[in-house]
């Protein structure tokens, strides 16, 4: 077994997680091109209340939230801030393309609230954002092709108009099996199911993910830019994190597979309440990563390659991207 440190527990830490997802290493810039998030979860809490970030009036109504409230279990917060893009495969054309998937935005903030054991996650995330200009992603989208020389996509102009948006999504994950967890080579395997309601997203999802490494990581696993994927959080002591300084050193690789099926998508659909472009989505989306991971101290870091199935009728090619996690505990 190996040796924790002594006066260190998860019920101190936080967690800052960055998320960075684009399709440049596939040499494409189209449909789901960038995604940019950085979360933040408190450490774990017998009781909401104990999380001084949170405004005393809230508590009541976080009290009567359902399926993250249940008595004897471990709680914490999450708060995120992130930007998607989503641009069409015909990035030349300054004229809509009527058959080829909106340009887009959306700029969010959201908070999360998540209730744990040492074998099962529920989270409830409540999201605000706004889609449409006043996302700022075509600006974000210049700037970045002007400091890497790429060449400016010209068709801007057509994106969806602003609409601000209001999600709720809630998100269950659980291990499944498990070998032991108290360092050396273990292995995990970690099924996920959720659903989101909301003007921009209607949805349910399911899927599965399997790790195996030599000191695996005792958290939820690893996941794309989604509501209630912050997992990164450290479950217990028996984290690599919490180890002895010489041996908090770990690597895994996972892959995961999932679906979503799906009824609303604003960046497929168009505005809710006003005219727009849009196309024909498809109603089922699925996926697949695989990808590896490093724990080295109070660092996580995880690189990996993702697949996704067409969106919409009309497009000619499925999409691939880079996922990069960089988490950090203190």
């Not at 909401?48 to 405004?55: C, H």
């Amino acid at each position: 077994m190996t040796a924790m440190a002594q006066d260190e527990t998860a019920k101190d830490f936080n967690t800052f997680t960055l998320y960075v997802e684009n399709d440049m290493l596939h040499r494409t810039d189209s449909l789901y091109t960038s995604g940019l998030k950085l979360s933040w979860i408190s450490p774990d809490l017998m009781d909401y209340r104990e999380n001084s970030r949170l405004p005393e009036w809230s508590y009541p109504l976080i009290k009567r939230l359902p399926l993250v409230n249940k008595p004897g279990l471990q709680y914490s917060v999450s708060m995120s801030l992130g930007q998607n893009i989503y641009t069409p495969e015909d990035t030349e054309s300054s004229d809509l393309v009527k058959d080829d998937r909106p340009y887009a935005g959306i700029l969010y903030y959201a908070i999360g609230f998540h209730s744990k054991s040492s074998r099962q996650m529920d989270s409830l995330e409540f999201l605000l954002g706004i889609v449409g200009p006043h996302s700022y992603a075509e600006e974000t989208q210049e700037k970045v092709h002007e400091l890497s020389n790429n060449n400016i996509l010209n068709g801007w102009d057509n994106q969806l108009k602003d609409e601000p948006v209001l999600g709720v999504f809630y998100d269950r994950k659980w291990k499944l099996r498990q070998s032991k967890i108290d360092g050396g080579f273990g292995y995990d395997l970690i099924p996920h199911m959720g659903a989101g309601l909301g003007n921009a997203l209607i949805y349910a999802h399911a899927g599965a993910g399997l790790r195996f490494g030599w000191n695996l990581p005792n958290d939820f696993g690893t996941f794309t830019i989604r509501p209630g994927s912050d997992t990164n959080a450290a479950i217990d002591e028996t984290d690599p994190r919490f180890f002895r300084r010489d041996q908090r050193f770990g690597i895994h690789v996972f892959a995961a597979v999932g679906g979503s099926w799906i009824l609303r998508n604003i960046f497929l659909d168009g505005n809710t309440f006003r005219d727009s472009h849009s196309v024909d989505k498809e109603p089922f989306v699925g996926n697949c990563m695989v990808g590896a991971g490093l724990m080295l101290s109070r660092f996580k870091m995880s690189f990996a390659h993702v697949y996704q199935t067409k969106e919409f009728k009309t497009q000619k090619n499925e999409h691939s991207f880079t996922a990069i996690t960089l988490s950090f505990s203190y």
